[in-house]
């Protein structure tokens, strides 16, 4: 039998049959990784099956529920294949639109193996030229600024790696597109270590016509929704909601 590895890879994929099994492939060449779970988030092209093929555990949603939904199904098969395992694995969570780039995941890995972070975000070294204006970097950057002080480079930044404790303690994720701003506001609150790691990845840029636009209105959305039920106001007034129905 082959070594057991510590991490296990997940990567939420919707409509990524041209990239999704490159990602695969090069995420898998991670030190230690022996699971790469692709959760297709209710795509309508071939995503699930080039993923098969490149050799993930595929799991399907029929109709999208967003990529903080993904990763928990996603974190979850990965908690059920391991059941009889001592140790729990590390989680390497991805973006399936990396490619070849993938293969740079070792980087957000090794902080998090050594216990010097209990969550690396990585930070692209290669940028992309978007078509954005970036509203939704800025609203999330300064939401996680006023939450916890602390200023992350690129908030947004879906490739991140951490121990399985630091996922159990920022369950439930944040639905949608708000699911990496709560994921860091949620466990810096908490008392966990979060560290920015560069690495020379990068993915599909999102461009400029109507789909894109509409696609960064959701994100938007998705960010501020995060932010408004973190916001200190919001969580007293819940407390208190709760304590009146106690009475």
Known sequence: MPPRGDV???IPAKNESDRIGATV??????????????????????????????????????????????????????MLLE?????????????????????????????????????TIAVFTDRVRAGGHGFVIGLSGAGIRRATGWSPAQPLNG????????????????????????????????????TEVQVPMAHRATGADWRAQLHRARQFAGVGWALAVRDPRAQAARRAIRRADQR
């Open 8 to 10: 296990a890879i997940v």
């Open 25 to 78: 492939k090069a995420a898998a060449q991670t030190p230690g990784a022996d699971l790469v779970v692709v959760v297709d988030d209710g795509s309508r092209d071939g995503t699930a099956a080039v993923a098969e093929r490149a050799g993930a555990i595929v799991l399907r949603h029929s109709r999208c529920r967003g990529k903080g939904a993904a990763l928990e199904t996603g974190a979850e098969a990965v």
């Open 83 to 119: 059941r009889d395992d001592d140790q729990p694995r590390h989680l390497l969570f991805l973006d399936g639109d990396l490619a070849g780039s993938a293969s740079h995941a070792a980087a957000l890995v090794q902080p998090v193996r050594a216990g010097q972070a209990d969550m």
């Open 159 to 194: 490739q991140r790696c951490l121990t399985r404790a630091a996922f159990e303690a920022a369950r439930p994720l944040a639905a949608g597109w708000g699911v990496e701003t709560g994921l860091t506001i949620d466990l810096l609150r908490q008392g966990f270590r979060v």
